[in-house]
């Protein structure tokens, strides 16, 4: 019998930080600051330079437990009262966090058993951050009463307007294979399965002798000396991302308790890149409000990854005002080669977060590090100080932002599109495993390649996570949803039936939940929808000689990766494209690419990873068949995206146009409405044109 996971929880209300008294509501702008790195002299400095900016919201104590507390039951609130009274009254609201990203070395050197365990048993230091594991009863005790201590102290604090719980909860500690955890482990087991015969079905353990009598049999999958049982592995990810959801949840209701009025976020890590640990749109319901952190990819797919993120964060906020929390001016200190961004970035980049639904722009971090493993990571304010390309950036920024406050884009919110593509965090975890007919398959998010795709084709979509709400739309694209229950595509199927196109990748619909095929042929959940029947898959590549890397269609686009054997196609299928390949490897003539219709809408499938030139190749000439001519805003070289109002304090309904350069080179387009901004661009009103040169962008507004 299938198993249907629970859904969603319900939605905690919408509730968004509130400007200081005698300050207007404007777009937050700051960042982390971290001024017990600096001795007082230098706060007075902030201050001042933080003024200039026009920076009215800090992130604050979020590494500071050893400062906080440094001994057991020691406590020293003083500093942090010095500082956010100095900030509060300068107009700098602040984001208090729970202070417990980094728990104190006392801690960990009297209580060892709240460090994280690797999945090869070795202990996880202090020496770095989050070295706490989430199942630990000790660590809790201890965290929520840090959080008490701060709810009490700063319960009535005018400028303290939000609670940051923790930060960027498992980037280093999401896989804990301690004893606590598998513990644990096994009551989250319980609790979805019911059953211990129902976990082997989920399983299926009488593969390789796995079947169990009793729950506490069950254990989280340490160190083994061949391949993992995927179903198995499904689960530990699902139980890691909630058991980080159920501290940061007790952490929120230990402060809440006792300071009930200010609203609670914490800081997701939403990018493009494949497999993300934490499921955020399952953590989205928990919080008052959501926050991003986001660091940009370098190279060509800078600005499509970034808006790919900031769309796919708005899908998670569903539709309600979000925050940028970090993201940096110019280079990181983690990747391998910490490229610097390109002149006029800083802006375009925090514009491009704006127009995608977020009401602040936040960076890591206000000042740059003197010393630490964070010396070398951009900051607001640079070693070189207040005279330096960096911080006059962070100037035109402020100023620019003040003026869209000015304008009334706190009243808007990112227009809906006609086209969602939608994304499945499960999916792409399933995805991961390393026993599927090639390890390509995990490599990046095919979701990306058809937002990317929709972009050349002119159509800014909308990136939604696959329990949210998109039926709605014209047409979604289903992107190597590769876990499938029976509920999602009747959804599906109903969804065409009344009209909606629908787009189908291979590697959809493949498996239950649980990771267990339906069987029948591929893709099994989605059979009936696409027309089309799946044997066997056809994998390209080139670890070995003579084998196949790539496959090319009759319309001219490149399959590389993988393709399917499509055997057969239903009545009514239209083969729009095939493959063109020698003899001998059985796949000249078979289907890439067809179009089912199905009730009142239909079914485009397509059988092969492709780039996404390609993929806005196979799309361009379908859009009139699929309905969606009208959803083109640009050419490819211009993104457009668009901000409306419900209506504004002063009655009036807005639309604010932004426009970027996805290109390299110098564009053209067309204004819209008054110019406001424009940032490595120019605007000729007479001829309502704007220049946009290779990094520039320009907001204007229709009133
Ligand atoms: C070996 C094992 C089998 C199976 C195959 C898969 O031959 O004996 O149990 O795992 O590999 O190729
Ligand atoms: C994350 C963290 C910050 C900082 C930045 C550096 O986003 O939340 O504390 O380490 O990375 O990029």
Request: aromatic share 10%.
């Given at each position: 019998?299938?198993?249907?996971?629970?859904?969603?929880?319900?939605?905690?209300?919408?509730?968004w930080p509130?400007?200081?008294?005698?300050?207007?509501?404007?777009?937050?702008?700051?960042?982390?600051?971290?001024?017990?790195?600096?001795?007082?002299?230098?706060?007075?400095?902030?201050?001042r330079?933080?003024?200039?900016?026009?920076?009215?919201?800090?992130?604050?104590?979020i590494?500071?437990?050893?400062?906080?507390?440094?001994?057991?039951?020691?406590?020293?609130?003083?500093?942090?009262?010095?500082?956010?009274t100095?900030?509060?009254?300068?107009?700098?609201?602040?984001?208090?966090?729970?202070?417990?990203?980094?728990?104190?070395?006392?801690?960990?050197?009297?209580?060892?058993?709240?460090?994280?365990?690797?999945?090869?048993?070795?202990?996880?230091?202090?020496?770095?951050?989050?070295?706490?594991?989430?199942?630990?009863?000790?660590?809790?005790?201890?965290?929520?009463?840090?959080?008490?201590?701060?709810?009490?102290?700063?319960?009535?604090?005018?400028?303290?307007?939000?609670?940051?719980?923790?930060?960027?909860?498992?980037?280093?500690?999401?896989?804990?294979?301690?004893?606590?955890?598998?513990?644990?482990?096994?009551?989250?087991?319980?609790?979805?399965?019911?059953?211990?015969?129902?976990?082997?079905?989920?399983?299926?353990?009488?593969?390789?002798?796995?079947?169990?009598?009793?729950?506490?049999q069950?254990?989280?999958?340490?160190?083994?000396?061949?391949?993992q049982?995927?179903?198995?592995?499904?689960?530990?990810?699902?139980?890691?991302?909630?058991a980080?959801?159920?501290?940061?949840?007790?952490?929120?209701?230990?402060?809440?308790?006792?300071?009930?009025?200010?609203?609670?976020?914490?800081?997701?890590?939403?990018?493009?890149?494949?497999?993300?640990?934490?499921?955020?749109?399952?953590?989205?319901?928990?919080?008052?409000?959501?926050?991003?952190?986001?660091?940009?990819?370098?190279?060509?797919?800078?600005?499509?990854?970034?808006?790919?993120?900031?769309?796919?964060?708005?899908?998670?906020?569903?539709?309600?005002?979000?925050?940028?929390?970090?993201?940096?001016?110019?280079?990181?200190?983690?990747?391998?080669?910490?490229?610097?961004?390109?002149?006029?970035?800083?802006v375009?980049?925090?514009?491009?977060?704006?127009?995608?639904?977020?009401?602040?722009?936040?960076?890591?971090?206000?000042?740059?590090?003197?010393?630490?493993?964070?010396?070398?990571?951009?900051?607001?304010?640079?070693?070189?100080?207040?005279?330096?390309?960096?911080?006059?950036?962070?100037?035109?920024?402020?100023?620019?932002?003040?003026?869209?406050?000015?304008?009334?884009?706190?009243?808007?919110r990112?227009?809906?599109?006609?086209?969602?593509?939608?994304?499945?965090?499960?999916?792409?975890?399933?995805?991961?495993?390393?026993?599927?007919?090639?390890?390509?398959?995990?490599?990046?998010?095919?979701?990306?390649?058809?937002?990317?795709?929709l972009?050349?084709?002119?159509?800014?979509?909308?990136?939604?996570?696959?329990?949210?709400?998109?039926?709605g739309?014209?047409?979604?694209?289903?992107?190597?949803?590769?876990?499938?229950?029976?509920?999602?595509?009747?959804?599906?199927?109903?969804?065409?039936?009344?009209?909606?196109?629908?787009?189908?990748?291979?590697?959809?619909?493949?498996?239950?939940?649980?990771?267990?095929?339906?069987?029948g042929?591929?893709?099994?959940?989605?059979r009936?929808?696409?027309?089309?029947?799946?044997?066997?898959?056809?994998?390209?590549?080139?670890?070995?000689?003579?084998?196949?890397?790539?496959?090319?269609?009759?319309?001219?686009?490149?399959a590389?990766?993988?393709?399917?054997?499509?055997?057969?196609?239903?009545?009514?299928?239209?083969?729009?494209?095939?493959?063109?390949?020698?003899?001998?490897?059985?796949?000249?003539?078979?289907?890439?690419?067809?179009?089912?219709?199905?009730?009142?809408?239909?079914?485009?499938?397509?059988?092969?990873?492709?780039?996404?030139?390609?993929?806005?190749?196979?799309?361009r000439?379908?859009?009139?068949?699929?309905?969606?001519?009208?959803?083109?805003?640009?050419?490819?070289?211009?993104?457009r995206?668009?901000?409306?109002?419900?209506?504004?304090?002063?009655?009036?309904?807005?639309?604010?146009?932004?426009?970027?350069?996805?290109?390299?080179?110098?564009?053209?387009?067309?204004?819209?409405?008054?110019?406001?901004?424009?940032?490595?661009?120019?605007?000729?009103?007479?001829?309502?044109?704007v220049?946009?040169?290779?990094?520039?962008?320009?907001?204007?507004?229709?009133?």
């Open positions: 019998m299938e198993f249907i996971a629970p859904e969603l929880k319900p939605r905690r209300p919408f509730r509130a400007a200081l008294s005698g300050s207007k509501p404007a777009i937050f702008f700051g960042g982390d600051y971290n001024p017990e790195q600096w001795p007082r002299e230098v706060w007075d400095e902030d201050i330079l933080m003024k200039k900016a026009g920076v009215n919201f800090v992130s604050l104590a590494f500071s437990w050893a400062r906080l507390e440094p001994q057991e039951d020691v406590w020293d609130f003083a500093w942090l009262d010095e500082i956010i100095k900030l509060g009254s300068n107009g700098i609201a602040v984001d208090l966090a729970s202070a417990t990203a980094s728990p104190a070395i006392w801690l960990a050197q009297k209580h060892p058993e709240i460090l994280p365990v690797d999945e090869d048993g070795r202990t996880v230091w202090p020496g770095a951050r989050q070295h706490w594991r989430a199942t630990s009863p000790i660590y809790r005790e201890y965290a929520l009463k840090m959080c008490r201590k701060l709810a009490e102290h700063y319960k009535d604090n005018p400028y303290v307007v939000a609670w940051h719980l923790g930060n960027e909860y498992g980037c280093h500690n999401l896989y804990d294979y301690s004893d606590d955890a598998n513990k644990e482990f096994q009551a989250w087991c319980k609790e979805r399965y019911g059953t211990i015969e129902a976990v082997n079905e989920a399983w299926g353990a009488d593969f390789w002798s796995q079947r169990v009598t009793s729950f506490d069950i254990l989280v999958p340490r160190h083994v000396n061949g391949f049982n995927p179903g198995r592995m499904l689960d530990f990810r699902r139980f890691s991302s909630e980080l959801l159920r501290f940061c949840e007790a952490e929120r209701d230990a402060i809440e308790e006792i300071c009930p009025d200010k609203p609670f976020t914490t800081n997701f890590m939403v990018s493009g890149a494949a497999g993300q640990g934490v499921d955020y749109d399952a953590w989205a319901p928990s919080m008052d409000f959501v926050s991003n952190d986001h660091y940009f990819t370098p190279g060509e797919a800078h600005l499509d990854e970034l808006t790919y993120s900031a769309d796919l964060v708005d899908g998670m906020a569903r539709r309600s005002p979000w925050l940028l929390m970090e993201h940096s001016t110019s280079a990181v200190n983690w990747r391998n080669i910490n490229y610097r961004v390109k002149p006029g970035n800083t375009r980049d925090s514009l491009a977060h704006l127009a995608f639904g977020a009401n602040g722009i936040l960076y890591f971090q206000w000042r740059q590090s003197q010393a630490g493993a964070e010396k070398f990571h951009s900051a607001m304010l640079p070693h070189a100080g207040e005279n330096s390309q960096i911080f006059r950036n962070v100037c035109e920024l402020g100023e620019d932002l003040r003026s869209l406050s000015e304008a009334g884009l706190l009243d808007t990112l227009k809906r599109s006609d086209v969602a593509v939608l994304f499945d965090n499960e999916s792409s975890w399933a995805l991961q495993c390393d026993t599927l007919p090639t390890k390509k398959l995990a490599e990046f998010p095919e979701a990306f390649t058809f937002y990317r795709a972009l050349d084709l002119g159509i800014t979509s909308d990136v939604i996570p696959v329990n949210g709400d998109w039926d739309h014209r047409m979604v694209v289903v992107p190597n949803i590769y876990l499938m229950s029976s509920k999602l595509s009747q959804k599906l199927e109903a969804f065409a039936r009344k009209g909606g196109m629908v787009i189908v990748t291979y590697m959809s619909g493949i498996a239950d939940q649980t990771d267990r095929i339906w069987l042929g591929y893709p099994g959940a989605l009936k929808l696409t027309g089309v029947r799946v044997e066997e898959g056809f994998p390209l590549g080139s670890d070995f000689a003579g084998t196949p890397d790539k496959l090319t269609l009759s319309n001219g686009a490149v590389h990766d993988y393709a399917d054997v499509v055997t057969s196609v239903d009545e009514g299928v239209d083969v729009l494209a095939t493959y063109e390949a020698p003899a001998d490897w059985g796949m000249n003539g078979v289907p890439a690419v067809t179009f089912h219709t199905f009730g009142g809408g239909a079914c485009v499938y397509l059988g092969c990873r492709l780039n996404h030139e390609d993929v806005a190749g196979i799309l000439p379908l859009l009139p068949r699929l309905g969606v001519e009208s959803a083109v805003e640009s050419s490819s070289d211009v993104l995206v668009v901000r409306v109002g419900e209506d504004g304090e002063d009655g009036v309904t807005r639309q604010f146009i932004f426009l970027f350069n996805r290109t390299d080179h110098e564009v053209q387009a067309p204004l819209e409405g008054t110019p406001l901004l424009a940032s490595l661009a120019s605007v000729d009103e007479d001829s309502s044109q220049t946009l040169s290779s990094q520039g962008v320009v907001v204007s507004v229709i009133e």
